[in-house]
């Protein structure tokens, strides 16, 4: 039957299987680092060494003397039995721990160890598996290919519970941290997107995978919940498809923001949207970035923001920023007053220091320009590439959108500005801040 018995899927409301196209799911196969402890046999001499606890033997140089062994040696033994919480320690003599005895009598204890496990990552339904034999290296051309803004987050994986749940489970071990090395190798699993309209040319679709021969609802939901969202900038290759994917996903709003070929040239976003497209800028911009923000701190411009920064100039990226809630006239005043004394807790202050310290990094660096609006400024703007503006109330390096909280949390607040593509408009607003 295959894909056949869900041609009827939307029959009651109207609808008929009218097209199909292929889908390819980028999953991004992560290397994670992981200590582990696992249980592991007793050596003869770990084996050795409780006996002679067991029969009160129990200082270090009693088991060292009945051992014949050099002291140092012993000592290492002891250690190791310890750290595998097997024995403990109190003043000169060794005793089993609680758990110590139950060990000894399984003859195994636990050893700490370093190990590299591979992990496939579904880069739009964020979901885990450790092993997937049926994803394909390459995307054939002339096919819809699904493509996430971004790339897995490195938090994300190193402390997602599931994943780490998932690998004590598979490798019977028990691990202690996770860190990740790789995350750019990608690979595809195949998806049939089924296409259903109705008379009023309405569009509906659902996801078949063939491998496990049932829909992917949960696919589905998550893509849709991107594009709403915008945080899918690619959607098709194949440009027969273009329109029936743009009335697929777009039926309330009309065309998609960001798909290619779209005819918007302005587009609301809201705090993760605004985070992540300036993050995107800092890394792919081509020609310039020209950002003003009232104020500066060390939470956002933290060492990966700085990171990205060198990563633009190196690309050779102009970078400019403006910053400075006050006039430079106060500001001034204000760093008389705290010559003797400053007070970190003022924003103003801390912008200061902030921009003093890229000016510091970058000295020297004609791609770089750091500088205050000497009449104070409220406005939050970001520029690039002389052809899109943002425009809105986000304060672009002193707030994350509430990212570090997961967009919620008492920190959450509403931001909101508008993205706008005119050349002319990017010009402008750079001139009237004395940068051509």
């Not at 051309?141 to 190193?158: F, N, Q, W």
């Not at 633009?312 to 400075?324: D, F, K, L, P, W």
């Not at 509430?402 to 402008?428: C, H, V």
Request: glycine fraction near 8%; include cysteine; hydrophobic fraction near 35%.
């Amino acid at each position: 039957m295959g894909r056949q018995r869900y041609e009827g899927l939307y029959e009651e409301e109207g609808y008929q299987l009218c097209t199909s196209a292929g889908g390819y799911v980028p999953w991004f196969l992560c290397t994670l680092k992981c200590r582990c402890e696992r249980e592991q046999p007793m050596s003869e001499l770990d084996k050795t060494v409780c006996k002679c606890i067991l029969g009160g033997i129990d200082t270090l140089e009693d088991i060292s003397f009945v051992l014949s062994l050099d002291k140092e040696i012993t000592e290492g033994e002891m250690y190791g039995l310890s750290m595998a919480g097997i024995l403990a320690q109190t003043g000169k003599k060794f005793v089993f721990t609680e758990k110590g005895r139950d060990f000894f009598h399984r003859k195994s204890k636990k050893e700490a160890m370093v190990d590299e496990y591979p992990v496939y990552f579904n880069g739009i339904t964020g979901k885990w598996h450790i092993h997937k034999p049926e994803l394909k290296a390459e995307v054939p051309e002339g096919v819809i290919r699904l493509v996430p803004v971004k790339t897995v987050a490195k938090p994300d994986i190193e402390n997602h519970a599931q994943a780490r749940q998932a690998l004590e489970e598979e490798y019977g071990t028990h691990i202690i941290s996770v860190q990740l090395l790789d995350y750019k190798t990608i690979a595809y699993q195949e998806e049939e997107i089924l296409f259903y309209e109705n008379g009023q040319k309405q569009v509906l679709f659902a996801f078949y995978d063939s491998v496990s021969d049932q829909l992917d609802t949960m696919l589905g939901e998550a893509l849709l919940k991107k594009f709403r969202r915008r945080e899918v900038l690619e959607l098709m290759q194949a440009e027969k498809h273009l329109e029936i994917v743009q009335s697929c996903f777009a039926r309330e709003n009309g065309l998609l923001p960001y798909c290619q070929g779209g005819q918007q040239q302005h587009h609301y976003l809201q705090n993760r949207e605004i985070r992540e497209l300036l993050l995107k800028v800092m890394d792919e911009a081509e020609k310039e970035i020209f950002i003003i923000s009232p104020w500066m701190n060390r939470r956002v411009v933290n060492d990966d923001f700085i990171a990205k920064i060198r990563g633009a100039v190196s690309r050779g990226v102009m970078v400019t920023i403006g910053y400075g809630y006050i006039s430079e006239v106060e500001m001034g005043q204000r760093c008389k007053e705290y010559q003797d004394a400053p007070n970190k807790g003022d924003r103003e202050w801390r912008s200061l220091a902030m921009a003093k310290k890229l000016q510091q990094i970058f000295s020297g660096c004609s791609f770089v320009k750091i500088f205050y609006v000497k009449e104070g400024t409220h406005e939050k703007i970001l520029s690039y590439d002389g052809k899109y503006t943002l425009i809105g109330s986000y304060n672009l390096l002193s707030y994350d959108g509430g990212e570090q909280n997961n967009y919620t949390g008492i920190q959450f607040r509403y931001e909101g500005a508008i993205l706008i593509e005119d050349a002319s408009l990017a010009r402008e607003v750079k001139e009237r801040f004395g940068i051509l």
